[in-house]
């Protein structure tokens, strides 16, 4: 049983930053490809970032040039680190790992909640 185990949210001013850890109980590289999705109040889950194999990464509109992923394999670790951050970054940020052999299984973490407030 695939675990992912997300930590590092908090409050935070807005302007300010966090990082986002996910630590996952299988190596990394199991995973075709890893992301991070987050769900506001009211609104549907949308993905934030993601990362394949291939070290391609991909990053929704409202993020770019603010949201770093990155990972380290040694650990089994994937990361976001968040900077600039805005109230409207206010969400549970769940971590995403989707394998695609033999068949396409996808696995969730239990979510951190990430507050940005004066």
């Known amino acids: 049983q695939v675990q992912l185990v997300e930590s590092g949210g908090g409050l935070v001013q807005p302007g300010g930053s966090l990082r986002l850890s996910c630590a996952a109980s299988?190596?990394?590289?199991?995973?075709?490809?890893m992301g991070w999705y987050r769900q506001a109040p009211g609104k549907e889950r949308e993905s934030v970032a993601s990362l394949t194999n291939a070290d391609t990464t991909n990053y929704a509109d409202a993020v770019k040039g603010r949201f770093t992923i990155s990972r380290d394999t040694a650990k089994n670790t994937m990361y976001l680190q968040m900077n600039t951050l805005k109230p409207e970054d206010t969400a549970v940020y769940y971590c995403?790992?989707?394998?695609?052999?033999?068949?396409?299984?996808?696995?969730w973490g239990q979510g951190t909640q990430v507050t940005v407030s004066s």
């Open positions: 995403n790992a989707v394998r695609y052999w033999p068949t396409r299984r996808e696995y």
């Open positions: 299988e190596n990394i590289f199991s995973f075709n490809s």
